[in-house]
């Protein structure tokens, strides 16, 4: 072998090489964009599928308010067990009431823990959920361990 040739091929060992570790750095750069994709997806699934479980609990209460007048007008619990209830049989896992109110009379219950008024007839439920990302067990994937969600939603009873 000349010795030209021998330079050639340890250029291309060395160039190889490079190739190799770019290759590698840009490997790691996509896994961690695709778990953090795969992360928030999850993640947005999960909100929407806590919104449409809070706003079909409070829904379920106030029709069973108008089913029950004599209940509901009685007693907030009676309501704020069942929306419990359907947010828990049909939310996502680990969700839950965090805050109930039915304005049922004047004077009722009709003021919020953030400070809203609600009119008589109406109800309102805070839900949350405790969201764990899926890939929060890899040690070198940055981010948190897991995320409380929060969102509201107002009836009104059917008259």
Not at 65 to 78: E, F, I, K, M, Q
Not at 96 to 118: K, M, P, V
Not at 128 to 155: C, E, H, I, M, Q
């Amino acid at each position: 072998m000349k010795a030209h040739d021998l330079v050639r091929l340890r250029s291309f060992s060395r160039e190889r090489s490079a190739t190799s570790i770019a290759f590698a750095i840009g490997l790691l750069a996509a896994i961690n964009i695709t778990a953090a994709a795969i992360d928030y997806s999850s993640a947005v699934n999960t909100r929407a599928r806590l919104e449409a479980g809070v706003e079909s609990a409070v829904r379920e209460a106030a029709k069973l308010g108008a089913r029950n007048p004599s209940t509901s007008l009685s007693s907030s619990s009676a309501l704020q067990t069942a929306a419990r209830a359907y947010l828990t049989a049909n939310g996502p896992a680990n969700s839950s009431l965090s805050d109930f109110h039915a304005c049922l009379e004047s004077g009722g219950d009709c003021a919020t823990a953030s400070g809203q008024t609600l009119q008589v007839g109406q109800l309102y439920a805070q839900g949350t959920a405790t969201y764990t990302p899926v890939f929060n067990s890899v040690s070198w994937l940055r981010g948190s361990k897991y995320d409380t969600l929060t969102t509201a939603a107002t009836a009104e009873l059917p008259e």
